[in-house]
Each structure stands twice: as C-alpha cells, then as structure tokens.
C-alpha cells in the first residue's frame, strides 16, 4: 500500500481501537453499576468525537493550475483512469468536497447556483438540505464515476443581470466585462457547491477531501474564505512552473492565508514535467528546479523545504501504468510524505489529548468514589471488630455515635443546596450573554446598520461593531464562568476540611478558542473587503452575502460555545455528589448493622462478613479501574499505530 494510504489506515485503525476501549470501560461500568449520567455523557461525548473525526485537505489555487489532477494523482491513481475532471482552463467550477457519510448511499448532491440570490450561507442550506438536487453514483464503474463527477464542471448561461443578483459579476470589473457575450451573456457555474459521497477507503477513514475553483470563487463564495478552508487540517496551495507566482497566484495566496500562519499550508509548484528538456544535462534541470522553488519560497514567505515541485500529470501516470522511474521523476512521493506528516501526527495529538482528558475525568471521579467506600468499610469493620465480645452498653454507645455522625453529615452536606442555589443563578447569567437570542440581536442591529449606510464607509464600522460586541459577550460569560469556579472550588475545600474529602479541581475552561474564531472570522472579512473608502452597489451585495456567512459561523460558533458551557457547568457538581450519595448511604448502612446487632436481629459475624464482602468488591473494581483505564492510555499514547493493530491481533 503506498505510504499515505497505509499511514491514514493506521491512523483509523488507532482511533477505531480507542473507541473500543472506551467502550469497554463505559460497559463495565454500566454492568457494575457504576456509570454515572454524567460520566455516561462524557464518554459519549468522546466515542462520537472520534467517530467523526475527520481530517479535512483543501486544494486552494488560481484555475487551471492543477489541483483536481494532484487529486487524482495522490487519492484515485487506482482507478486507472482521471476520476475528478481536469482540462485546459476553467474546469472545475464549484467548491466540491469529497467525503464518505455511510448513512448516504454513494452519490453526489448539488446545491443550485440560484441559492445565492437569498439569503442563507452554505452551511445554512446544508442544515436545511432541501434545495439540493441528488445524484446517484455507480461506484462499480470508472466511466460511470467519471461521468458523474463531471457535474462539478457544469456551467449555465445567464443574462448578466442575473449573475449580478448572485453576487458573481461586477461590471465595474474590466477583466469580468469581456465575459460578457453578444447577447449579455455570461457564463456561470450550474452549480454552487458539490458534496461526492463515495466509500473509498481513505474516505471511509474519515478523509474529507476540498476541491476548490480558481479566484473567482475564493473572492465570491465567502464559505470557502470563512470556513471550509480556515477549518481543513493542511492546505495545499498549488502553483505552476510554466506561469509562476503570477499577480492572481498573490491574490488567492492572501485570501487563503489570512491570518491564520502558514502552520499547515504547503506549496506546490506542479507541471515541472515542463522543464523536462532533453537538450539540459539532468543537473541543469534540477538547478533550474531549485531556483525556481526558492523563488516561490521568497515571494510566499515560506520556508524553502514548504515547496514541493511536482508533476501531477506524469506521477498520475506513473502510478497507472505502474512505471516507478517515472513516479520517482514526478517527485510526487515527497509531497505525499509531508502530507502524512502534517496531517496525521498533529491530528493525533488533538484527539489523544481531548480523549485522554475525557477519560481521565470520569476515571478520577469513579476512583474517588470506590476510595471512600474502601475507605469506610474499613473503618467499619474495624469497629465491629472491636465489638466482639463486648456488652450491650457499648453496643448502644456506638449506635449513639454512628447516628450523630448521620445527623453531623446531613448539616454539612445542607451547604450543597446552597451550592446548587448560587450556581443555577450565576449560570443564569453566564447564559444569557450565549444564547442565540442575544446574537439575533446583535445580528438584527448590524443589518439595519448595514442598509442606513449604504455605500459609505460607515459599513465597515458597522461590521467591526458587530465582532467587538459578540466578543465582549464571551468575554462578560467568561468572568462570569471565573466566579463559577471559584465557588466551587470553595464548596470543595470546605468538604476537604470536614471530611478530608480530596476532589480533583474542576476542570479549567473559558471560552477563549470561540473568541479566537470570532476574530478569524473578523480578519476574514476584513482581508475581503479591506478599508473601503468607495463601495459600489456590487461590493456592498457581496459584503451582505458576506455577512450573511458571517452570521452563519458565528450561529455555529454561538451554539457550540453554549453546548460546551452547558457540558461544563452540568459536570461541577455532580462529582461531589456522587461522593454525598456513597458517604451517605454507608453511613446509612453503618447505623442499620449497629442496631441490627443491637436488636439482636442480625449476628455481628454476619454483618463482618457482609462487610468483608464489600471491602473485597471495592478494591476489586478499583483494580480493574485501573486496567481498563491504563490500556486506554497505553492506546492513546501510542504514536506507532502498527503495534495496536498488533496487539489487537494477539487479544483476538
Ligand atoms: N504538463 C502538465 N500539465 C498538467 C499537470 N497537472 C495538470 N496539468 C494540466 O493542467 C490543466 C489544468 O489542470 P486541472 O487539474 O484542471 O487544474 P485545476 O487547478 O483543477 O483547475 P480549475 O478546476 O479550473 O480550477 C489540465 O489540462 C491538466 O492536464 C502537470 O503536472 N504537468
Ligand atoms: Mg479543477
């Protein structure tokens, strides 16, 4: 299996076997009775992470550069034959994803070009899916594949009129009034997205391949400036030996960069088949190769070893007819390689550390509660022990006692209702400020403000308003979360004092990486529409189709910072508790044997042995606790998948 194909299998494979032994924990637990909801919550929360986990690469460059064929070179060689269309000028014409949901039969769906006269991003006709059309996929046949996935290349003529309603004509434009034909026709994409879905293996691995149109898209389609490409794992952003770093290169260069770094962005320079020139000596033709990377390399400010100089064509080719010398020529090997190493080891990282501290939490909280069971009928059995033999006196003396310490616990734990009190209230308050009701506000406003000031330069004030006030909503939710914790962390010092009770802090947590993706957002549109002194009617339609992205990512960014604040406040207390209900109910135990014994109802041997039972029951589950947790972090901790697949073999 050639090297990307087997390091992204690896890559599934240490997940699935993560996922596993999760799921083996989660179900012990569950039999043992011992899996509480909100433990029960984070691991499921976990196992659908990392069944969804995806690692996204986006192809990014002007048209006709070569993405769609390095595609078919680096992913679908194996069909024998170009799977994704790729020709001489504009080819590909709407962003298209490849993926695999295996809760869809293979197929491509396709979102009508028409959608972008209304209101709505991408993602919001995502969420809807009734506006796209779904065609079905025969992945039985190359030439049936191929077929289909011409779709991504249809184009429609439509008056210019209506293609300036969509946002993708500007007349003010001089390169974009020579498109217009005789008849004030223009040609535009049919479509406005595409999703293929179809069970290749590496799809099936959670691989989602981007492929993107040249500029005119980048420029137009604000899902692609906003979200697709910000969010995927590396991006590739091709270039040709034959044309350059041409002007438009720079300008699709900077739109997809943004601010984000160039952390796992990589250059391609393809087409160097081109400078394959018999009458050079094979070192002038690699010279010629290197001047021409560090020429790239300077103008993109990009390390050197960033570049990778390739021939999509004759690698694709190669791997066809299976020609190795020729592959070794196309130097595509190199670039899958940096590929693998950008994507998979970081993205194993995230997983493992988000994995592990899930896991982590709910084993803390199930070893804190066998702990003290351990710990108390220890101290139980110690004092029925010393009971053997003793008059009837002692006896009702140490019923005495265990009931005072009943009525003691019950005065010390009535501070959990006030707990409970203060944190409904600050939670109150942490929500209000998240809600998708205060971000309609926001919304609502910028938009009147937006149409009050058409075509001046107070659009963008109005734009910048927008971002500064949902920061300072997260920002006011944050101080709030502080408060939070510390509260808690109050409550859980003061059981430490009365009881010598350990409880693990609560985990850390504020809503900074959504404050981050806003101002992504921000830098985004700002890169867009730049410091506009003069707005004509076109540019201010494409900066409310903008907007409109805009608000769609911040919806999502709103939702998610809502759920995972909820999840974090919902996980306070609920560890204490647990520890409440075990104190509570052994003490409740220890009362009943005492009088048990007192009343002459129940031997104090039996109750010893009960106990014994128990004592033996806690520390066994604490050790398989200890196991089940242990491989899990064994798995995680795993950076050569090979040796979990090997060990799964042997546990089979
Ligand atoms: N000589 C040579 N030609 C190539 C190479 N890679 C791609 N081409 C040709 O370049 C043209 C454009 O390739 P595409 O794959 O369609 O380019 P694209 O970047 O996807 O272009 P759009 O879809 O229009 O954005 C096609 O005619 C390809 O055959 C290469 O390595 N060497
Ligand atoms: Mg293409």
């Known amino acids: 299996m050639a090297p990307l194909a087997s390091s992204f299998e690896q890559y599934g494979t240490w997940r699935d076997s993560l996922a596993a032994s999760i799921m083996q924990l989660r179900q012990w637990m569950e039999q043992t009775q011992t899996l509480e909801e909100d433990s029960a919550k984070r691991f499921d929360l976990c196992l659908e992470r990392l069944a969804q986990d995806k690692l996204v690469i986006a192809f990014v460059a002007e048209f006709s550069r070569g993405k769609s064929e390095l595609i078919n070179a680096i992913f679908f060689a194996e069909y024998g034959k170009r799977i994704l269309p790729s020709s001489a000028g504009r080819t590909t014409m709407c962003p298209t994803e490849l993926l695999y949901d295996e809760t869809l039969p293979p197929c491509i769906r396709a979102l009508p070009i028409e959608t972008r006269g209304r209101h709505g991003s991408t993602s919001d006709f995502k969420r809807l899916g009734a506006e796209w059309q779904i065609f079905p996929l025969d992945t039985t046949s190359a030439d049936g594949m191929l077929e289909a996935f011409k779709i991504v290349a249809e184009t429609v003529r439509v008056s210019a009129e209506e293609a300036k309603s969509y946002g993708l004509y500007d007349a003010d434009d001089p390169d974009q009034a020579i498109a217009v034909d005789k008849q004030g026709h223009i040609q535009i994409s049919k479509w406005r997205h595409a999703v293929i879905n179809f069970p290749h293996p590496l799809l099936k691995h959670g691989l989602v391949i981007l492929d993107t149109p040249g500029l005119n898209a980048i420029g137009t389609e604000p899902e692609l400036t906003l979200s697709l490409v910000p969010n995927a794992h590396a991006v590739l952003f091709v270039l040709a030996a034959d044309t350059g770093v041409t002007k438009s290169d720079l300008d699709v260069w900077r ?99 988000q994995t592990v ?172 529409f730049g410091p506009l002194a003069v707005l004509t009617t076109e540019k201010w339609r494409l900066m409310e189709r903008f907007f409109d992205t805009v608000v769609s990512k911040s919806r999502e960014i709103f939702s998610a910072a809502e759920r995972d604040t909820e999840a974090w406040i919902k996980s306070l207390l609920p560890p204490i508790e647990t520890q409440v209900r075990e104190q509570r109910s052994q003490l409740k135990k220890r009362a009943e044997s005492v009088s048990k014994i007192r009343d002459a109802t129940g031997s104090l041997d039996e109750r010893i042995a009960e106990l014994e039972e128990a004592l033996e029951d806690a520390q066994s589950k604490l050790s398989v606790l200890k196991r089940l947790s242990g491989r899990i972090r064994d798995i995680a901790a795993r950076a050569d998948v090979e040796e979990t697949m090997a060990e799964e073999a042997l546990a089979a």
């Open 357 to 528: 501290s899930g896991v982590d939490r709910v084993a803390a909280v199930l070893r804190q509660t066998l702990t003290a069971r351990e710990r108390n009928v220890i101290e139980q059995l110690y004092e029925l022990r010393g009971l053997q033999g003793k008059n009837h006196s002692s006896i009702e003396r140490m019923m005495q006692r265990a009931l005072t310490e009943q009525r003691e616990f019950e005065e010390i734990v009535r501070r959990m209702v006030a707990a409970r009190l203060v944190l409904s209230r600050l939670s109150e308050q942490v929500f209000t400020g998240l809600r998708v009701a205060a971000l309609r506000d926001q919304v609502v406003a910028t938009r009147d403000r937006m149409k009050k000031s058409k075509l001046s330069p107070q659009l963008s004030t109005a734009v910048k308003d927008y971002f500064a006030s949902l920061r300072d909503l997260f920002r006011g939710a944050n101080v709030r979360m502080l408060e939070i914790e510390q509260m808690v962390i109050g409550v859980q010092r003061r059981f430490a004092e009365d009881l010598g009770w350990s409880l693990s802090p609560p985990m850390a947590f504020s809503l900074d990486t959504y404050i981050a993706d806003l101002e992504h957002a921000e830098t985004a549109f700002k890169s867009q």
């Open 255 to 353: 739109h997809v960069v943004g601010d984000a770094g160039h952390r796992n962005h990589i250059a391609v320079l393809n087409k160097i088949d081109g400078l394959w020139d018999a009458l050079k000596t094979p070192g002038e033709i690699e010279l010629e190769v290197r001047r021409q990377v560090a020429g790239v390399a300077a103008t993109l400010d990009l390390a050197p070893m960033r570049v990778f100089p390739v021939s999509a064509q004759k690698g694709l080719v190669a791997k066809v007819q299976g020609d190795a010398t020729l592959l070794q020529a196309s130097r595509l090997p190199l670039l899958e390689e940096a590929l693998i190493e950008i994507l998979v080891p970081a993205k194993q990282k995230i997983v493992r550390e």
